[in-house]
């Protein structure tokens, strides 16, 4: 399957890793996929240093990447979403807004790539924000370049971000004629624009100056008491709504912020709004199975 003649194997705490044609293969199966493949421009020299985890959270992000999930192939729709954990750009909250939201969407025949990007607000960070959108806009162009390989419809390419990583998804749905390219080589040819992105208690930055016709369609979910950022979620609504963009919104009575997939709520809303989720993908299409030939 790879034509590279050599594998290099190396350990990190807990974890061992086989790094093939790009990719690094990770002891529990899963493959991760450097978004450059020599590191960032401008930062390889920073790419092998090690992340850092703990709990819920992963940061010291140097080399930034997406983790492949895949759903089993006789549920796969073809359809394929980006998933930005987040975590106030200073942490990644990967478990419970990455790898859960991932599992959630192979359950339901959607592929999920979750995105490590760099994070400029950590302590002592090499990173600016147009470092982040970098990340972004890499992401969603490296993953249709490889649809081929993981079997998914380049036109059904979508993003995910919760708080600031709906912030990230915000930058790349309506910002991606904008260059945010470094060294650019055949991947970065490609469309950055998503087919459709899906915001959860999304971070203020997401929302633009104003939303253009050609915006992606987008779903929106907060609770309105979230004092950060059910407002983003209301703003987004009306731009939506005067840009004729389509839009569906849940805005929860309670909830407040960072309830993640719902499971620790006791809330009933909450624990369910997920299905509301696989609801909107179904009836609009863009995660149902293709039709028999």
């Known amino acids: 399957m790879f034509t590279r003649k050599f594998l290099l194997l190396y350990t990190l705490p807990c974890m061992v890793f086989v790094l093939v044609s790009g990719s690094v293969k990770s002891q529990n199966g899963l493959t991760v996929i450097p978004l450059w493949e020599n590191g960032p421009p401008g930062f390889e020299n920073k790419k092998d240093e090690k ?25 796969a729709t073809g359809a394929a979403v980006i998933v930005c954990p987040g975590g ?8 419970a807004e990455g790898k859960d939201a991932a ?37 969603m162009r490296l993953v249709r370049s490889r649809a081929k390989e993981f079997n998914i419809d380049t036109a059904r390419v979508g993003v995910m971000g919760f708080s600031a990583g709906g912030e990230m998804a915000g930058w790349v749905s309506y910002h991606y004629l904008e260059n945010h ?12 624009r998503p087919s459709f992105q899906i915001l959860i208690y999304p971070g203020p930055l997401a929302v ?86």
């Open 51 to 75: 992340e850092e985890a703990k709990d819920w959270w992963v940061k010291n992000i140097h080399n930034p990447s997406v983790t492949v999930f895949l759903p089993p192939k006789e549920k």
């Open 88 to 95: 106030g750009h200073r942490t990644l909250v990967f478990n």
């Open 103 to 139: 599992n959630y969407l192979n359950s339901i025949g959607v592929a999920a790539f979750v995105l490590k990007y760099r994070l400029f607000r950590e302590e002592s960070s090499l990173y600016t924000e147009e470092n982040a959108k970098q990340d972004i806009f890499r992401a």
């Open 181 to 192: 390219t470094v060294k650019p080589d055949k991947i970065d040819v490609l469309s950055a």
């Open 208 to 293: 633009p100056d104003s939303v253009s016709a050609t915006a992606p369609p987008t779903f929106l979910l907060a609770a309105n008491d979230d004092e950060c950022c059910s407002e983003p979620v209301v703003k987004l609504l009306q731009m939506h709504r005067q840009a004729k963009v389509p839009v569906e919104v849940h805005l929860y009575t309670q909830g407040k912020h960072a309830f993640n997939m719902g499971a620790r709520s006791s809330l009933v809303s909450i624990k369910n709004w997920p299905q509301r989720l696989a609801d909107w993908l179904k009836d609009t299409k863009l995660a149902s199975m293709p039709d028999a030939k």
